[in-house]
């Protein structure tokens, strides 16, 4: 098959793009490389250096004719999208329209969209949340995704053009940004291994911060894989289901840092401070339609996969 993955020099794009290669996929990138890197894009993909928003995208189609897009290109950030709403809505609304027009004028069969579990579904009643709780958006970076799910409902309505929805719980692993939704993993990670302090982030009533559902790239990169033959028209939470408070996530990277690395033991209380724009305060994805449907369960638990994310880190 072949496949284009717009966001491919990205972190969870380029893990994504390996897996599709590995598979014996033929995989073309398309990245502005805003926040993506050179150095993910894998030697056997053929690169576009190019915006989503460009009109040269529909050339690029033309040219490569690509059975499925996998769209991960995004401005990644909530903070960013409460700063600068034109900009997340340039990006994310108007380039991924520009890429579904593209699509249906070159006739692509499918595209595997990337939404956000972590933030379309707002300050959730159901919890964990599961797919058919009604999207409460409470950012424009999760208006954004809601709106472009709507926009995939009616291009298939419309054109019969297939699509399955990824709702990414918080993702991290090697290649991870601190910027994302699971920014918070990098952050801590880079922070104690370089012996700097630490900050978390909560609100008034949560002293030991937020909840969150943090999933590992590896166990995504197979919900992209079964996503390429299954799940169409529908939506499925990719997340673990399991609760972790972020004072809990800085004690297990703290220990695995601090069995890998010398740190000063005054680090291990970090510094606290309000929650910023956008911030949610609980998020918890039900995975079980996945399972079901999809035949994708997560695998790594947060353990193991903090001590592989490290092991990448260490070896840079
Ligand atoms: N990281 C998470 O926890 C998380 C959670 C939910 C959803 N997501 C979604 O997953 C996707 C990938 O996120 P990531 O965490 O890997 O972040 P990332 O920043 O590493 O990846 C985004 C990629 O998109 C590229 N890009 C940005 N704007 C572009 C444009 N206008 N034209 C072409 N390329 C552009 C960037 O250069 C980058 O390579 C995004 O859609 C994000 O919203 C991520």
Redesign the pocket.
Known sequence: MKILV??????????VVDAYIDAGHEVVV????????WE?INPDARFYL?????DEFMKVLEREKPDVIN??????SVPASVEDPRFDT???VQ?FVNVLECAREAGVKKVIF??????IYGEATEYPTSETYPPQPLSP?AIA?SVSEDYLAFYRHQYGMDYTVL??????GP???P?????VVAIFMDRLINRKPCTLYHFEDQPLGMVRDY?FVGDVVKANLKALEAGGGEAFNIGTGVETRTRALFDEIFKAVSSRVDIPGGLAEPATRHARGGDLTQSCLNVSKAEAELGWKPETGLAEGLARTLDWRLAR
């Open positions: 717009t966001g491919g020099a990205g972190f969870i794009g380029s893990n398309v990245d502005n490389l805003f926040s993506g890197k993910n190019m915006d989503i928003r460009a769209h991960h290109a995004a401005q990644i340039s990006v994310n380039g990337i939404s956000s579990g972590g933030a970076y995704k709702r990414y719980a918080n993702v991290y290649r991870q940004v910027h994302g939704e699971a920014g999933v």
